[in-house]
Nanobody, 124 residues
Framework: QVQLAESGGGLVQAGGSLRVSCAAS????????MGWFRQAPGKEREFVAAISWTNGRIYYADSVKGRFTISRDNAKKTVYLQMNSLKAEDTAVYYCAADASSMIWTIPTKYEYWGQGTQVTVSS
């Protein structure tokens, strides 16, 4: 059974940094595009970043471009999201997701597998 497990969330002050991780199991990780999404209370789940498995192509939402960095370690079956210059509006539950295609999708329904999420809270 495929499992994605996020970790590394927490409480941080505005302007600070945090790195969240997502470890995969029972998944041919190197053949999956990995994405990060987030969902704030009362809002829809939104795309944050994704990294393709074919050539490491990366795409970011405009709201995080220049502040967040996505990366992957295929040997560890883990994808990371380094978040710098955090703002109060970054507060959300952060989810990782996996998709077997080589495309980078920004739509949640395109992803096959999801983690349970990790809470990130940025205090202003």
């Amino acid at each position: 059974q495929v499992q994605l497990a996020e970790s590394g969330g927490g409480l941080v002050q505005a302007g600070g940094s945090l790195r969240v991780s997502c470890a995969a199991s029972e998944l041919t990780f190197s053949r999956y595009t990995m994405g990060w999404f987030r969902q704030a209370p009362g809002k829809e789940r939104e795309f944050v970043a994704a990294i393709s498995w074919t050539n490491g192509r990366i795409y970011y939402a405009d709201s995080v471009k220049g502040r967040f960095t996505i990366s992957r370690d295929n040997a560890k079956k883990t994808v990371y999201l380094q978040m710098n210059s955090l703002k109060a509006e970054d507060t959300a539950v952060y989810y990782c997701a996996a998709d077997a295609s080589s495309m980078i999708w920004t739509i949640p329904t395109k992803y096959e597998y999801w983690g349970q999420g990790t809470q990130v809270t940025v205090s202003s």
